[in-house]
C-alpha cells in the first residue's frame, strides 16, 4: 500500500482522477479513503529494484473546490538506490483545462501511442509547468493531451496534442534536462461534417457543422419532385460552423434529403412556405467601435444573411460630421461588404453613418437599421514599431507580433540564420505580443509534429512578452529570444 497525507479534507472524486503511478502498473490501482488519508493498493504489486513515482495531480480540490497549484510528486524504490533523474518543462496553451503529461522510455517504448495509458504520467500545473522525477537512464519522449474526458488518453478528434521539440537524453541517474516549451494543438485533420439542418425560411436552410466549415462545401439537395438548386452558400457571421445555403423557392411541407459531399450523412428538412420579411442586419463591423485603424484601412460590414450582390451607389449617409468618402465597394462573399476608400482617413476621430436604403438582401428586403462605423484613424507618419535580439541560429527564426487590441491580427518577420536582431514596423499603437521560433524548414509555419511518421515539433522560443506600442517610438523587446530550454539546463542538480 501507498499512503498520502493532505492537510485537509479534499473532494475525494477530484484528487482520485488525478492520482498517477509510474511506471503505470498493469492493473488500475485501488483506491480508498479514511479521513484525510488515500491508501493506494497496486493489484499486481511492485516490480523488484524499480524506482516508483506518484503523483498527485494538479486538478486535485479540497472540500471548498480551491485547486491545487501544481502537481506533487514523491519517489521511492523497490531496490538498494532511487533514480534521480529529472525530465520538466512548460506546456503552452494549459491554462484552463486539464493537460496530461506522458512520459516513455524510447528504448521500451519505440512507437508511443498517447491513445493508450502511458508508463509515465503526470499534470501540469496552472501555470503549465509540469515534472517527471525518478526517472533512471534512458532516452524519453514527453507527449501532452488537453484531456478533457480526464481518462488520461488521447481523443484525436476532440482534444489537443503537444509534441516535444526534441528527446530527453537522461545518461545518469542523476541527469536533469529541461525540455523546449510544448505547444497544445488540434490533430483533428478529418473535415467538417454535418450533423443537423433545419429551414428558416422558403429560401434559406441552416446547416450545423460539428466544427469549423471552410468553403466552397459542395451540397446536393433532392426532394420528391426531384434537385432543388442552390443558389449561394455562405458562413454565419457569428459562427463558422454554421452553413447556410440559399436555395430556389422550396415546396411546403415537401420532404428533401441534403448531403454535403464527402460524408456518408443525409439530413432530412421539410420545405419552409414561409417568406422572408426580416430586414438584414450587420452585425460585425471593422474597425470596431474605439479601434485605431490605419488610414487606409478598409472597412468590413458582415450581415446575418446573404445580400444581394448589386453595385451600392452611395454606401455612407451624410451627416453634419462628415461627407460620404469616395472608393470602391464590393462583396467579398455573400454577406461580407467590403468599402477600400480612394483616399486615405484624415488623421482623426472618423465617424461614419451607413446608408440602410442602398442595398437589400436576397428576398429583396432593404436594411432598416442605422449602424455607425467609428474609429480612430491613424497616418503612417504616427506608426510604431517593435525591435529585438535573438540567439543566432544556423536555420531561419521567425519573429510574430500578434495585436492583442485588435482581434489578434498577426504580422511576421523571417530573421536569417546568423542574424540575431528583427525590426517590424508599421504597428499601430497597442498591446502586443511577440513570440517566435525556429523554421527549421524554411516553410514560413510553425511546425506541430506529428505522429505517424513521427516527427517532432519545431522549437518555440522564449519568452512570450506582452509589451506596448507606443505612436512614433521605437520599442525595444529587452529580453532576447532564445531557445525556452537553455538557460534552465545549464543549471546543476537539484533535491
Known sequence: EIEVLFSEAMDRQSVERAVFVSPTPVLEPRLSWKGRRLRIMLEDGLVADRTYRVSIGADGRDENRNKMTGSYDFTFSTGNTISRGVVSGKIRGAAGQTTVVAAYDVDETPDPDPGTRAPYVTQAGEDGEYRFPGLGVGRYRVLAIGDRNQDQVLDRATEFLG?????????????????????????DTARARPIAARTVNSRRIRIKMNKMAHLPLIVGIVGKSGALDIESTYLAAEDSSIVFLLTELQTEGEEYQIRVSGHDTTLVVKGDGRNDRRAPRVVRVAPGTGHTAHAQTSIVLTFDEAMRADAVDRLWAVSDSTGS??????????????????????????????????????????????????????????????????????????????????????????????????VLGDLLPGRYQIQAYVDSNDDGEWGAGALVPFTFSESLLAPVDTVEVRSRWETIVEARFRNSSESKNNQGPTD
Open 325 to 422: 468618402p469616395a472608393g470602391n465597394v464590393f462583396w467579398s462573399s455573400q454577406n461580407t461588404l467590403v468599402f477600400e476608400p480612394a483616399d486615405p482617413f484624415d488623421e482623426s476621430d472618423i465617424v461614419l453613418r451607413l446608408n440602410a436604403g442602398a442595398f437589400s438582401d436576397a428576398a429583396g428586403n432593404l436594411a432598416d437599421e442605422e449602424v455607425d462605423v467609428s474609429f480612430k484613424a491613424i497616418s503612417e507618419s504616427s506608426l510604431g514599431t517593435v525591435a529585438g535580439v535573438v540567439n543566432p541560429m544556423s536555420v531561419p527564426v521567425v519573429v510574430e507580433v500578434v495585436d492583442l487590441d485588435r482581434d489578434r491580427s498577426l504580422k511576421t518577420l523571417r530573421v536569417s540564420p546568423g542574424d540575431t536582431t528583427f
Open 163 to 187: 509534441i516535444a521539440t526534441q528527446d530527453a537524453h537522461l545518461g545518469t541517474d542523476t541527469s536533469i534536462v529541461v525540455l523546449s516549451d510544448i505547444k497544445l494543438v488540434s490533430r
